[in-house]
C-alpha cells in the first residue's frame, strides 16, 4: 500500500463548528505532515509529527490542534475557524529522517469555513 | 528562511511544443525534488535529484541539478494534454519546502 488517504475530501464548516480530518497511511512511515494550501499558491507547512510525536510547529493558530494516535493516523482537529482558514489542506508522510527521497501526499480535504 | 524562485508562473503552450521551468535558491541545497500537481490532487514527485550536475530522466521528463547547488531546471519533451497541472520545484531539508509553481496549460 503506497497511498496516503484523507478524509473527507470536501468539508463546509461553520465557524463554531468543530470537525476534524483524518489522514491514514499504511507504508510504515514514521513521519507525517500537515500542509495548507491556499489557491494558486504552493502548500505550506503546517506540523510535522515523527515517531508519534510533535515536533513541528510553524506558529498555526490554536483553532487547529493535530493528533497522532497511532503510527498510522494524522488527525487534524478544526475548532472556532475564520473564512480566511478556507483551502486544501494535505496530508503526507515519509521515513522520518528521509525527506530527501520525498513525501507521498494525499488527495487532501477542500475545507470551506462560512 | 530559503527561498524557492520558481518561473515562469505560468505557460501556456501547444501540444507537441517542448517545456522548460527553473527554480532557483538563495542557499545551497543537497537536494532538488519536482513535483506535478493536478486539479484537486496532492503533488506527486516525478524526479529527485541529489547531486550536483546530476541530469535525471523520467520518461519525457527531464530535470538537472544545477553546478553551483542553487538551481534547478525540468524540461517537458513533447507535451500532451495530460501535462496540465501545476508543477512545484521542492527542497528537502529538515522538511520540504516548495517553489512558487509554475501552471502548465497545453492546447490542443
Known amino acids: 500500500d503506497t497511498e496516503v488517504t484523507q478524509t473527507p475530501k470536501h468539508l463546509v464548516m461553520g465557524m463554531t463548528n468543530k470537525k476534524s480530518l483524518k489522514c491514514e497511511q499504511h507504508m510504515g512511515h514514521r513521519a507525517m505532515y500537515w500542509y495548507k494550501q491556499k489557491a494558486k499558491k504552493p502548500p505550506e507547512l503546517m506540523f510535522v509529527?515523527?515517531?508519534?510525536?510533535?515536533?513541528i510547529n510553524e506558529s498555526v493558530p490554536s483553532r487547529f490542534s493535530p493528533e497522532c494516535p497511532n503510527s498510522s493516523l494524522l488527525n487534524l482537529h478544526l475548532h472556532a475557524l475564520q473564512p480566511e482558514d478556507s483551502a486544501l489542506y494535505l496530508c503526507?508522510?515519509?521515513?522520518?529522517?528521509?525527506?530527501?527521497?520525498?513525501?507521498?501526499f494525499g488527495s487532501g480535504t477542500r475545507l470551506t469555513v462560512v | 528562511g530559503q527561498q524557492l524562485n520558481q518561473s515562469p508562473q505560468s505557460m501556456f503552450i501547444q501540444e507537441g511544443e517542448d517545456v522548460s521551468m527553473n527554480c532557483t535558491s538563495s542557499?545551497?541545497?543537497?537536494?532538488w525534488l519536482w513535483y506535478k500537481q493536478d486539479p484537486g490532487e496532492g503533488p506527486v514527485l516525478l524526479i529527485a535529484l541529489y547531486k550536483a550536475g546530476e541530469l535525471t530522466s523520467n520518461g519525457r521528463l527531464t530535470a538537472q541539478f544545477g553546478i553551483t547547488r542553487k538551481d534547478s531546471f525540468l524540461n517537458i519533451s513533447a507535451s500532451i494534454p495530460s501535462d496540465v497541472g501545476i508543477y512545484f520545484c521542492g527542497n528537502a531539508g529538515n522538511m520540504l519546502t516548495f517553489g512558487g509553481g509554475t501552471r502548465l496549460m497545453v492546447k490542443p
Open positions: 503526507a508522510s515519509s521515513p522520518p529522517g528521509r525527506s530527501i527521497y520525498g513525501y507521498t
Open positions: 542557499s545551497i541545497f543537497n537536494t
Open positions: 509529527y515523527s515517531y508519534e510525536k510533535l515536533s
